[in-house]
């Protein structure tokens, strides 16, 4: 057995929808050396169900205490919230878990309030593979990257980019290509759904040279990335197909995507960039 007496260290959850009511039950489980102390959502009442099961009970807080209650703050909310959730954590010098990262774009100077502060920022690899392929080919160069991203209609209404452009895709039939762009474009327009095109981005060449395709496509009932890269180090091509979670915007990988992430912070092994 580990010293007991070793403290734990203090996780808290920014949003209680499919990604953070599932981290929290695996943080209530059991994560090794951390433990969960506070969540945050805007309709609590409609949690305290499963909340009240849970096996210690989190303190509830309005979003702007977590950073005191916590060591690390994983934020699981709509990205208009990010920069209240993201700025009180890395500017006392901790740890935010960042699943809107397309937020981050519009909030650069999070990053250097990281920097000045001793934070750190982490975006946990979500719905997609192979982002430590690709950081490990942007210590040299990278030429090209582009994504090709499928997802079935009910995961892409509603998004700005197509109320702004009118494009109405309820009833088609057949695949249709609804965006063609960068990455920082397709993270503005589709919000809810680009973030992995965002992390992909970050990972390498950046959100203005990686180059992103969408396609609504009623044959499909998986979120599909394709991404396509060309380096000076190696070419590659990566496929993932992701079942959705009760949130159809979301992939359930995303959710053990942050589990596995925090059982990486404290193990004894860990594999991977």
Same mark, same amino acid.
């Given at each position: &057995?580990?010293?007991? #007496?070793? @403290?734990? %260290?203090?996780?808290?959850?920014?949003?209680?929808g499919a990604i953070g009511m599932e981290v929290a039950k695996a943080l209530d489980s059991g994560i090794e050396g951390l433990e969960l102390s506070a969540v945050s959502a805007a309709n609590v009442w409609k949690h305290r169900p499963w909340l009240d099961q849970l096996g210690k009970a989190p303190a509830v807080l309005p +979003?702007? @205490?977590?950073?005191?209650? =916590?060591?690390?703050?994983?934020?699981?909310?709509?990205?208009? !919230?990010?920069?209240? +959730?993201?700025?009180?954590?890395?500017?006392?010098?901790?740890?935010?878990?960042?699943? #809107?990262?397309?937020?981050?774009?519009? $909030?650069?100077?999070?990053?250097?309030?990281?920097?000045?502060?001793?934070?750190?920022?982490?975006?946990?690899?979500?719905?997609?593979?192979?982002? /430590?392929? &690709?950081?490990?080919?942007?210590?040299?160069?990278?030429? #090209?990257?582009? &994504?090709? %991203?499928?997802?079935?209609?009910?995961?892409?209404?509603?998004?700005?980019?197509?109320?702004?452009?009118?494009?109405?895709?309820?009833?088609?039939?057949?695949?249709?290509?609804?965006?063609?762009?960068?990455?920082?474009?397709?993270?503005?327009?589709?919000? =809810? $759904?680009?973030?992995? @095109?965002?992390?992909?981005? !970050?990972?390498?060449?950046?959100?203005?040279?990686?180059?992103?395709?969408?396609?609504?496509?009623?044959?499909?009932?998986?979120?599909?990335?394709?991404?396509?890269?060309?380096? /000076?180090?190696?070419?590659? #091509? &990566?496929?993932?197909?992701?079942?959705?979670?009760?949130?159809?915007?979301?992939?359930?990988? %995303?959710?053990?995507?942050?589990?596995?992430? !925090?059982?990486?912070?404290?193990?004894?092994?860990?594999?991977?960039?």
């Amino acid at each position: &057995m580990g010293n007991s #007496s070793t @403290a734990k %260290t203090k996780v808290a959850i920014a949003g209680l929808g499919a990604i953070g009511m599932e981290v929290a039950k695996a943080l209530d489980s059991g994560i090794e050396g951390l433990e969960l102390s506070a969540v945050s959502a805007a309709n609590v009442w409609k949690h305290r169900p499963w909340l009240d099961q849970l096996g210690k009970a989190p303190a509830v807080l309005p +979003i702007e @205490a977590l950073a005191d209650a =916590a060591d690390i703050v994983i934020e699981c909310a709509p990205s208009r !919230l990010v920069r209240s +959730i993201v700025a009180p954590v890395v500017s006392r010098g901790k740890t935010a878990v960042v699943l #809107s990262v397309g937020a981050l774009l519009e $909030n650069e100077d999070l990053i250097a309030l990281a920097k000045v502060h001793g934070g750190q920022i982490v975006v946990p690899t979500g719905a997609l593979i192979g982002l /430590d392929a &690709m950081a490990a080919a942007a210590v040299r160069t990278i030429h #090209s990257v582009r &994504m090709v %991203t499928r997802k079935p209609v009910a995961g892409l209404l509603g998004a700005p980019y197509l109320v702004e452009h009118k494009i109405d895709i309820a009833d088609i039939k057949a695949p249709l290509q609804i965006f063609d762009g960068t990455a920082r474009e397709a993270a503005r327009g589709f919000p =809810a $759904n680009l973030n992995v @095109a965002v992390a992909l981005s !970050l990972a390498g060449i950046g959100p203005d040279r990686t180059r992103v395709e969408i396609w609504a496509d009623p044959t499909v009932t998986r979120n599909t990335h394709r991404i396509e890269v060309d380096a /000076d180090s190696a070419r590659f #091509s &990566m496929i993932i197909e992701n079942i959705p979670s009760e949130n159809p915007k979301t992939g359930r990988i %995303t959710a053990l995507s942050v589990i596995a992430c !925090l059982r990486k912070l404290r193990a004894p092994l860990r594999i991977g960039t």
